[in-house]
């Protein structure tokens, strides 16, 4: 884990004479049948860029000033565009949210000088989400990552009319369209499970790294398209 923590934040900490600082934030991702993969969060006050610790790999860039992200893929040399808009389906009426405090077993160590808690998130009686989440670490950083999930928030939700109700997920619903976020506007995350198997484990995170001002810029000369049009 060390060894390949290193590898991501070298490109970082080289970084040529435009530098910007930034937040970093590193995951492990792992998913059912995938092997686990990186995923680094790079935040400044305008930007939040997720990639997978390559710098000339694909990435996703959120614009937290116009709400705008766009998916970057440089073999189609394309940027598809996802614009902000409101959430504007009711919940269903049989989609009964609620929140549950769970103690962590055993005696929880610091993260970042703070002692982290654990929070579920249910559905009736289904869990959807059970995160470990550090309050007050990193708030910038979480809040943009919590916007972003707003705008897909909206993406997520205009889909709802076009999903019969029997195949409609209410986890699916209320962790991507009703509750966006939910687990990084408590605290920064250090371990999260998902409904359909998705787990986030924390590797890393930093403070005010300086980082190369061309990570948060668009190639030029690549077709763009708008997501949410194509639907």
Request: hydrophobic fraction near 45%; aromatic fraction near 8%; include cysteine.
């Amino acid at each position: 884990m060390k060894r390949v923590l290193a590898v991501l934040l070298f490109p970082l900490l080289s970084a040529a004479a435009e530098a910007t600082p930034a937040s970093v934030l590193v995951y492990e991702m792992a998913e059912p049948g995938v092997d686990g993969y990186p995923a680094r969060y790079l935040v400044t006050a305008d930007y939040l860029r997720l990639d997978d610790g390559q710098d000339a790999g694909n990435y996703v860039l959120y614009d937290r000033r116009t709400r705008i992200i766009y998916n970057v893929v440089h073999a189609d040399r394309t940027i598809g565009e996802i614009h902000w808009r409101a959430v504007e389906q009711p919940m269903p009426q049989g989609l009964r949210i609620k929140e549950e405090a769970v103690t962590l077993g055993g005696e929880a160590p610091n993260v970042g000088g703070r002692t982290p808690f654990r929070r579920q998130l249910y559905v009736g009686e289904r869990l959807c989400l059970d995160a470990v989440v550090v309050p007050e670490l990193m708030p910038d950083a979480r809040a943009a990552m919590a916007a972003m999930q707003d705008v897909m928030a909206g993406e997520h939700a205009a889909m709802i009319p076009h999903i019969p109700a029997d195949m409609q997920d209410h986890c699916d619903l209320a962790v991507n369209v009703y509750k966006p976020g939910w687990a990084a506007r408590l605290g920064l995350p250090v371990e999260q499970r998902e409904f359909n198997g998705r787990r986030w484990s924390l590797v890393d995170f930093r403070a005010e790294v300086e980082t190369a001002t061309g990570l948060f810029t668009l190639p030029v000369d690549y077709r763009r398209f708008n997501i949410s049009e194509m639907k």
